[in-house]
């Protein structure tokens, strides 16, 4: 296992879970020049949990059913992991939602709205 340095923990970096290229391409244009964007639609494509910690925050798109299952995805950061790094939800319908709170998800948006608060998380984990 890899140990995280004071380096690779202060960059600035968040997930964006979805294959919706207009919606990457949307929050990639939102970031500043300093933070990066790593979209996947795995949680295996970033790496063991220890490297999954390292991100600021998590998007998480609720309407995304074919690829990934975005319950699993959840249980998976919180039980498995544990780790408490925040979740932020966009899309889905109310049912999906509850179940998502249930397990631990942190806030939920629709789509336009995950893009409008993009800049005020991005102000809320800036450190370093």
Not at 62 to 68: A, C, Q, S, Y
Not at 84 to 105: K, S, T, W, Y
Not at 119 to 127: G, K, V
Request: with cysteine; hydrophobic share 45%; proline share 5%.
């Amino acid at each position: 296992m890899s140990e995280p340095t004071i380096q690779r923990r202060l960059e600035k970096r968040l997930i964006l879970m979805s294959q919706d290229q207009a919606m990457i391409e949307q929050i990639r244009t939102a970031l500043p020049d300093d933070w990066h964007l790593y979209p996947v639609t795995d949680l295996e494509e970033l790496g063991a949990w220890n490297e999954v910690l390292l991100y600021r925050f998590l998007l998480l798109d609720l309407d995304e059913i074919e690829v990934f299952d975005p319950l699993d995805v959840i249980r998976i950061l919180r039980m498995e992991y544990q780790i408490n790094l925040p979740v932020f939800c966009f899309g889905g319908d109310q049912d999906i939602r509850d179940e998502m709170r249930l397990a631990r998800a942190d806030r939920f948006f629709n789509r336009e709205e995950m893009v409008e608060k993009l800049p005020e998380f991005i102000r809320m984990y800036d450190w370093g």
